[in-house]
């Protein structure tokens, strides 16, 4: 151990850190070796499900992870319905990719946002989270909250689609689409990005397989991996969209894999508005349970009131296991019920605790300049990854 | 003597140019006015490009624009904490003769012919020399903090300045031979346009007073995502404030240069010609605002870059082009005796 | 997943068409090295499940794959059973490194040893005292005395 060899302590308490702590032992400018420090915002999800019915864990675990909150919803879910024997209609399908899309979109531009705040650029941080603003109303006009909509419930959905939503879908996304080619001129394609991103943080490919890394960055370094495509859940085998993949593996070929990413949901979202079918948004054998006052408010309005039995549902005793391509990528979720109305366990693995091994590796031999860089780049969310 | 002539002296003498060019025009009370107007000007332009409204609560019909005087009351008004194992009189000491020293050379800049508190026949040497005092007491600053993230702050602000004094000089040396004469009084009375005579020194110097000042892309020594405020992390109060006026300051000082030595000084666009000794002074502060409010833009564009990126630009970029703008020079002088004669 | 276990099954492991491997303890690193010699190379998940009647502390592994096709569509489990009162097992982390974190969560919040693991301390606090997933974890409240 020499003299040169600085530690320092990126706290939690620094404005490039979020909720984490770093130490870094640094010899001149270049990190010698980097360790993250995880659990500052440890909130228990696993022990406090253990202690609350099934129906109330739904707004449990759409909390941690939250730029991208409808596809733990639609993970956790999915896995109930397995244990249940449930299936959802068809229009209820549709409708729980329309909010997972629109969520992934609304979670890249948080992405984006964070890279260029760290990198120094106002501008995109600016940009990127007024252009969320768009997303977050129509999602409040299609299930009536703005970030945490609990929207996705066993059996099907919770609100149909009110008239007006296609028309402002579809001239929001004509919007969107004209916005990403400003910040092509503004951020993505800037010099000095470039030279900040490209060449930094290289994952490769057998790395990335090695150590289990989800998300863009798993396929921006060259594997092809998708939920949505290999295992596909819902009605993503009826779409048709492409897998964004890219072989640099640096942290400007994640960035622009989000963005291509991004492009690839506004087409998934163009054809489920045009093919979503006619039809009703929960399961027949829990429909037939509301009474007859609430359907006809299901009627006139589109909102459904839940049936007495969510409040006492008792899946059969078994286990579940469900995955989903949320957009920093992949839940998993392992429900074990033993036949009351509470689960015996529920294990959630968020992407960003997948990717949290990805610090110690990529930091090393780099600057100080470029832990905000590669941090950025990754879209490492500490709540999510701590739950 | 009665009480009007006392008056009269008094007034006379603060109309001097030794008085009133360090105090008033262009001076410290210039200097401040501009940096309230320069810093609102940054948040309102940054603002507009970021689709929001930027400073709008103080002031509201005027656009916000007292929004900094706001600030600075409650600057003045905050108790400055100072850590307890920071070194009390080098901490103190620091942020006051950063502010302190870096408008020292509006000592000799000219705002007219006649109007020039100190003027001698190598003022342009000794313009360069007395810029180069401030941004030691960045080092310094970051020394006496007694904190790891200042001490890199201000290393970084170390490199950053070995790497652009001598493009810097080097440039100026090649305007000079231009002009045949290192008096900026009489470069300005020429009434030649630098920026025409030679265009790769003028971009040298302009790219060189954004990287000392610390205006994006360079704002490297206070970058903020990666070591808190650089050598200002500890500073609060009116110490901190006098820490970020320092800078405008400084981009202040370098933008009258430019001015004179590029820009054609305090002669208007068409003819040249010289009234009262203020008039031109504000002719030279409005070109002077230009190149400034093209700095201050640079803020809403550009990320910033790595501290070996900026260190490779002063020295492989800026050095080749101030040697070839010395070339450049000299072929111009050779050419131009070879036509005479 | 009919052929998915044909394939498990020509390396010497005992599966069924659920893909569930039950393992004992000591035994677990071999049986690893089988399973990713098939062809899974990475670990998705790390559960820990309390069962304080029977005195056991079941470890479930989730296996899958980046690399093969048509294991990319399964997922694994690998189960095995450990007493309450001695809790330690070999970890896995030189056979897939991508369990170093989901291991030491799992051991900081049962009391679980993983032996080969360096990383103890994630989620709770450096202070804490207790392992606050197991069933018989008295949840302090703070003093309300009557």
Redesign the interface.
């Known amino acids: 151990m020499s003299e040169r060899i600085l530690e320092l302590y990126i706290g939690p308490q620094h404005p490039g850190s979020g909720h984490m702590r770093f130490h870094i032992k640094v010899d001149g400018d270049i990190i010698v070796e980097a360790q993250p420090n995880i659990g500052y915002v440890h909130r228990a999800v696993e022990k406090i499900a253990e202690t609350k019915k099934y129906i109330q864990i739904i707004p449990l675990v759409e909390r941690p992870s939250l730029a991208d909150t409808a596809n733990p919803n639609l993970c956790y879910i999915l896995a109930l319905e397995k244990l249940l024997g449930v299936e959802p209609p068809e229009r209820a399908s549709y409708l729980r990719v329309l909010l997972a899309e629109m969520n992934r979109i609304h979670s890249h531009f948080y992405g984006i946002g964070i890279l260029g705040i760290m990198l120094g650029s106002s501008t995109a941080f600016m940009w990127g989270f007024a252009d969320r603003e768009i997303l977050i109303d129509l999602c409040q006009l299609l299930t009536g909250a703005r970030i945490t909509y609990s929207y996705i419930i066993p059996g099907g959905v919770r609100r149909d689609m009110p008239k007006s939503f296609v028309e402002r879908a579809l001239k929001a996304l004509r919007y969107i689409e004209k916005r990403l080619k400003d910040y092509d001129n503004l951020f993505i394609e800037n010099p000095v990005t470039k030279a900040r991103l490209e060449g930094v943080g290289v994952l490769k490919k057998k790395d990335a397989i090695r150590l289990g890394v989800v998300g863009p960055n798993l396929r921006a370094s060259g594997v092809r991996y998708d939920v949505r495509k290999n295992t596909p859940y819902c009605v993503y085998d009826k779409l048709d969209f492409d897998m964004v993949v890219l072989k640099e593996g640096d942290s400007y070929a994640r960035l622009r894999a989000r963005v291509l990413e991004i492009k690839e949901s506004i087409k998934i979202i163009r054809q489920i508005l045009k093919e979503i079918p006619e039809g009703p948004i929960l399961a027949e054998n829990y429909y037939k349970m509301i009474p007859p006052k609430w359907k006809d408010y299901y009627s006139s309005t589109g909102i459904l009131k839940f049936p007495a039995i969510f409040a006492r549902l008792k899946p059969s005793p078994g286990e579940a296991v469900a995955r989903v391509e949320g957009g920093r990528g992949e839940f998993f979720f392992y429900v074990i019920s033993d036949g009351t109305d509470k689960p015996y366990r529920l294990r959630m693995v968020s992407p960003s605790y997948r990717n949290v091994i990805l610090f110690s590796h990529l930091l090393k031999g780099h600057r100080i300049a470029d832990i905000p860089a590669i941090y950025g780049s990754l879209d490492y969310f500490p709540p999510g990854a701590d739950r | 003597m009665s009480v009007s002539e006392l008056i009269r002296w008094i007034v006379s003498l603060l109309l001097k140019p030794y008085v009133f060019a360090p105090i008033f025009f262009p001076g410290i009370a210039t200097a401040f006015i501009l940096i309230l107007l320069l810093i609102w000007l940054e948040r309102k332009i940054a603002a507009k490009v970021q689709l929001r409204y930027g400073p709008l609560y103080v002031s509201k019909r005027f656009g916000g624009i007292l929004q900094l005087v706001a600030d600075l009351l409650r600057y003045l008004f905050q108790e400055p904490i100072i850590p307890k194992n920071a070194d009390k009189i080098v901490f103190i000491l620091g942020p006051i003769l950063l502010f302190g020293t870096a408008y020292i050379p509006t000592a000799l800049i000219p705002v007219s012919g006649s109007f020039v508190p100190f003027r001698s026949e190598v003022s342009l040497l000794v313009v360069i020399a007395l810029l180069s005092i401030s941004p030691l007491f960045d080092l310094v600053i970051g020394w006496a903090s007694n904190n790891k993230f200042s001490l890199i702050g201000g290393l970084r602000e170390g490199y950053i300045i070995v790497s652009y004094e001598i493009p810097l000089f080097i440039s100026t040396i090649a305007i000079a031979m231009l002009y045949g004469t290192l008096d900026l009084v009489e470069i300005a009375g020429q009434n030649k346009w630098g920026v025409l005579l030679n265009p790769i020194a003028a971009l040298v110097f302009l790219i060189v007073t954004y990287m000392s000042t610390a205006r994006f892309p360079f704002e490297i020594a206070e970058a903020e995502s990666e070591i808190v405020m650089g050598p200002y992390t500890e500073y609060s109060g009116i110490l901190y404030g006098l820490t970020m006026g320092a800078s405008y300051v400084k981009m202040y000082v370098l933008s009258l240069l430019f001015t004179i030595l590029f820009l054609g000084g305090w002669n208007p666009v068409f003819w040249p010609f010289t009234l009262h000794p203020i008039l031109p002074g504000l002719i030279m502060l409005a070109k002077a605002l230009v190149v400034m409010v093209i700095g201050i833009f640079l803020r809403a564009v550009y990320p910033r870059y790595r501290i070996d990126h900026a260190l490779s630009i002063g020295w492989k970029l800026l050095l080749t082009l101030s040697f070839l703008a010395v070339c450049y020079s000299l072929l111009i002088t050779y050419l131009q005796v070879v036509v005479w004669v | 997943m009919q052929e998915i276990a044909e394939r498990l099954k020509a390396k010497g492991l005992k599966v069924g068409e659920d893909l569930k491997i039950v393992v004992p303890a000591s035994k677990i690193k071999e049986e690893a090295r089988k399973v990713r010699d098939v062809g899974y190379?990475?670990?998705?998940?790390v559960?820990g499940?309390d069962y304080p009647h029977d005195g056991v502390f079941k470890i479930?592994y989730?296996v899958s794959s980046?690399?093969d096709r048509q294991l990319?569509?399964s997922?694994l489990?690998i189960e095995v059973e450990i007493s309450r009162d001695n809790p330690q097992i070999p970890s896995l982390i030189d056979i897939?490194?991508?369990v170093?974190?989901?291991e030491a969560?799992t051991s900081e919040l049962f009391g679980i040893e993983f032996q080969g693991n360096s990383l103890k301390?994630?989620?709770?606090?450096e202070d804490f005292e207790g392992f606050?997933?197991r069933r018989d974890f008295k949840i302090p409240v703070e003093g309300i005395e009557k």
Do not use: A, F, G
Not at chain 3, 41 to 45: G, I, T
């Open positions: 190379d990475h670990v998705k998940s559960t499940i479930i989730h980046y690399s990319s569509k997922i489990t897939w490194p991508s170093k974190y989901l969560e301390k994630v989620m709770l606090p606050p997933l």
